[in-house]
């Protein structure tokens, strides 16, 4: 399996572009997660989807973000417009609903720098 | 809200060394993670604990969920270089769904050769 792929990897843009970030999970985990790492406040969960559905977004910071996941194997996270305290990384993380197995498959991260 | 307490925030040790990082809830968890996180990467899970009490061993690394459900601790045991990373802990309390995995600030781990 090629794990949980997201992308870019590294996005640098100016503030009041629009960014989208892509995330593909692991085949087969029902949930997905978005987090945004900083120096400041560690990492922080934004919202998840199991099965598709959004269930938690109460940590998306601002209406300028926005999430979708359209099918099982692809999501979004859209920042509109940004601004230089958006820069972070990002992470997609899935896992599989399996009672008592709640480790997440992170992937790499996109790092976002807006100018 | 839920929060965990990670120590040390770093550390910088000789190769060889052992090492022990904890962590601390204000309230019960009924799982404990231990993630590794290298240098432009994610997270990876290194040991995942699911009892009060459970102790686990991941070759060097041994981790125990704390008796009192509040606390877990991670040992290195003979640090190498490639240990290098930050290491969090990650916690999900009793009842809580999926999506309230809670993650600590992270161990800043260093290892001189």
């Known amino acids: 399996d090629a794990g949980v792929i997201q992308s870019p990897r590294h996005e640098v843009t100016e503030m009041g572009q629009e960014v989208t970030l892509r995330c593909k999970p692991i085949?087969?985990?029902?949930?997905l997660f978005w987090y945004r790492q900083t120096m400041m406040r560690g990492l922080e969960l934004l919202i998840y989807?199991?099965?598709?559905?959004?269930?938690?977004d109460s940590g998306m910071p601002e209406d300028r973000f926005s999430a979708k996941m359209p099918n099982a194997s692809f999501s979004t996270l859209k920042i509109q417009p940004s601004e230089p305290r958006d820069s972070a990384v990002y992470f997609c993380a899935s896992s599989l609903n399996y009672q008592g197995n709640y480790g997440y498959t992170f992937g790499s991260g996109t790092r976002l720098t807006v100018v | 809200g839920q929060q965990l307490n990670q120590s040390p925030q770093s550390m910088f040790i000789q190769e060889g060394e052992d090492v022990s990082m904890n962590c601390t809830s204000s309230?019960?968890?009924?799982?404990w993670l231990w993630y590794k996180q290298d240098p432009g990467e994610g997270p990876v899970l290194l040991i995942a604990?699911?009892?009060?009490?459970e102790l686990t061993s991941n070759g060097r690394l041994t981790a125990q969920f704390g008796i009192t459900r509040k606390d877990s601790f991670l040992n290195i045991s003979a640090s190498i270089p490639s240990d290098v990373g930050i290491y969090f802990c990650?916690?999900?309390?009793?009842?809580?769904?999926?999506?309230?995995?809670?993650f600590g600030k992270g161990t800043k781990l260093s290892v001189k050769p």
């Open positions: 604990l699911y009892k009060a009490g």
């Open positions: 989807f199991n099965n598709n559905v959004p269930i938690d």
């Open positions: 309230s019960i968890f009924n799982t």
């Open positions: 085949s087969g985990h029902d949930y």
């Open positions: 990650a916690g999900q309390s009793l009842g809580g769904s999926q999506g309230n995995l809670i």
